[in-house]
């Protein structure tokens, strides 16, 4: 009989002890009073990659979760490019069915598959950057994609003007095509340069999955078809909007023309300050790794979490470029 009434309190303290992520409890017995007692909790983070600057600065803000409060496992990852869809899924397909997480953050590559990949998941889901439309979602972290767009736009509009620009025209190097993220930022630059009095050329919109190599190839032939300069040219990112910078080096009709980014990553501002990428939309994208985790952690315990958690976005210009380096240097050390 006391072996079963034994078994029957450890049971029932295990139950206690699982309900809840970071939950402190003081123990009050004679030979323990005082001491705390952390439970622990696993969140997977999947992210679109980290094999660029932009999401190693997520997987800082994920990490430093972990490191603020050594109680939560977090676990980052993510596929070797933007592209690399069957790795994410993978992973997706992995965690998600593994046991070993109490919830999962996902950033994903292609939103209408993972929403196919959580149907029916019972265990908290949280949505960075891209959104996915579905029940299964507790919370979506990011940045309102299309307004930050076109805020970048209009300031591009601005400077082209002070840069001698009559006739503004604007071309979009884009990253993967059908991307929820690539369209919501072509749709707010495109707002954006035709609100402030811009032309954007939508039928000439280039699309570079996002990387470097090929937006230099998107510039070369946008240089091929307008010899005689375009004004704005907004690319959907900082590192697509440096290799068109560098690739139109040398060209007069491209010397005023205003190369406009989206992040802010440290790279960008260095480019900034020498005078080539020329403004990027900026926004705290450590921020958002880390309150992807938090929001994780707050519906594991069965807390109200928010459903829409933002961030701010701002234009960094030659003015801003510096402090905002300094700001990211600080955060990867």
Known sequence: ??????????????IMSITACGSNTTNTDDTTSGTTADTTCSVSVI????????????????EAYETDHPEVNVDVKGPSSETAYDEQQ???????HSGTYDAIVIAPLQADLV???IS?????????????????????????QEAAAKLGAEAAVIAAKQAGWENITAIA??????????????????????DAGGDFLETEIQYADAVADKAANSMEAIMQNHPEGVAIIA???????MAAARTASGHAAYANTIFLGFDGISSACESILVGEETLSVAYDCYDLGYKSVEAAVQAINNEDV??????????????????RLDYLNALLG
């Open 120 to 144: 029916g998941q019972d265990i908290p889901i949280i949505n960075l950057d891209t959104r996915i439309d579905a029940p299964e979602i507790v919370s979506f972290v990011g940045i309102d």
């Open 47 to 62: 992210l679109k990659t980290t094999a660029s600057e932009y999401w190693q600065y997520v997987v800082a803000g994920a």
């Open 90 to 96: 993978n992973m997706i397909e992995t965690d998600l």
């Open 1 to 14: 009989m006391k072996k079963i009434l034994s078994a029957a309190l450890m049971a029932s303290a295990l």
């Open 173 to 194: 190097i884009s990253g993967v095509q059908g991307d929820n993220t690539a369209t919501a930022r072509l749709t707010g630059y495109q707002e954006g340069i035709e």
């Open 306 to 323: 928010e459903e829409n958690i933002s961030v701010d976005a701002t234009v960094i210009d030659k003015d801003t470029a510096q402090e």
């Open 235 to 241: 690319c959907n990112n900082d590192d697509m909007a």
């Open 115 to 117: 929403k196919t990949l």
